[in-house]
């Protein structure tokens, strides 16, 4: 069973070697590694031609062109059987290569678990753990991770088998930074099998000056809007699901909206008219909720309307 392994890599020179030796001594070795140089200018692109001396490396130079690009290009180059991302700052475990290996059996994806880390002195606990049945059908999978909350929007918790991707279009939508919500939205929608793995293997480094995480801009805000607002009034998604089945679905779509919200007023941005508009847009699906304060904001909206709403709770009148 082979690898594609790939890595986007974009000014991180002071993380990039301990990312790539992480993979490169992983005891697996049926792999290709992909280094994707997205146009770097801090000396990253120097690092990534070092590892052409291995075999299993391939280097990719392009202009930049953002997260979204640099995987895309990766899975253009992919030649294995599942694709693997790895985001440039975070490493694996050792052995992390082997249990996922052992964890499949051919099937569409597998769901893993990972450890979150301030530093790689300080490890999280995982975020939960899977308490499903191993093996299971699209239904069991979106309504086990819905309707239970999973955070699991990060496409590296997923392993790809590569002509589902093909197969389906399955790029990164470019130009967007919460791109991996709307990739695992429509990944989950193609599943036919799939597979947890309940051991973490992936270490992320959590809350990195400069990351694109931890950075609060009104763009973050703006992509979540549209993604929610394209996915909600796309026909065709989920269109094989019961109407039960789906409103858990669109109730997820309304808590990610919702999270746009608090973003949107630690940034004090609640009053932009173009952000206001975005939230008009979407007032159908805030009636999906699936919390108290879901409930009381979409109460307020219904009588008051959007934009009062939000001025509320900007001023802390709400939740």
């Not at 690898?3 to 301990?18: A, T």
């Not at 202009?63 to 693997?84: C, F, P």
């Not at 630690?266 to 847009?281: F, G, V």
Request: proline residues 2%; aromatic residues 12%.
């Amino acid at each position: 069973m082979r690898f594609s392994i790939i890595v986007p890599v974009y000014n991180v020179k002071d993380y990039l070697e301990e990312c790539v030796d992480s993979i490169i001594n992983q005891d697996y070795l049926d792999r290709e590694i992909i280094l994707v140089d997205d146009g770097s200018d801090d000396g990253s692109e120097d690092i990534c031609d070092k590892y052409k001396v291995y075999h299993d490396v391939k280097v990719v130079h392009k202009d930049h062109g953002g997260l979204s690009s640099a995987r895309n290009a990766g899975i253009s180059e992919a030649e294995g059987e599942y694709l693997i991302f790895i985001d440039s700052d975070d490493k694996l475990m050792a052995g992390a290569l082997s249990l996922i290996a052992d964890s499949l059996n051919h099937e569409d994806v597998l769901v893993t678990e990972l450890y979150n880390c301030f530093d790689w002195d300080r490890i999280s606990v995982p975020n939960h753990l899977f308490d499903m049945p191993n093996i299971g059908c699209k239904n069991d999978l979106i309504k086990y991770i819905y309707k239970d909350k999973k955070n699991l929007w990060p496409c590296y918790q997923y392993i790809v088998n590569r002509k589902l991707v093909l197969n389906n279009e399955l790029m990164f939508k470019i130009g967007f930074l919460h791109e991996d919500i709307d990739w695992t939205y429509r990944l989950l929608d193609m599943v036919h099998s799939y597979a947890f793995m309940n051991k973490p293997w992936y270490l992320r480094r959590v809350n990195r000056a400069g990351s694109i995480t931890n950075t609060l801009t009104i763009q973050r805000v703006h992509d979540i809007n549209t993604i929610v607002h394209d996915l909600f009034n796309n026909k065709n998604y989920y269109s094989d699901l019961s109407i039960r089945e789906k409103s858990i679905v669109l109730r997820s779509l309304n808590g990610s909206m919702l999270t746009s919200i608090v973003l949107c007023k630690k940034m004090e941005s609640l009053t932009n008219s173009a952000i206001i508009s975005e939230y008009k847009n979407n007032r159908e699906l805030f009636k999906y909720y699936s919390s108290v304060k879901g409930f009381v904001f979409w109460f307020v909206v219904r009588f008051l309307g959007v934009k009062n709403a939000l001025r509320l709770y900007e001023r802390n009148k709400i939740w």
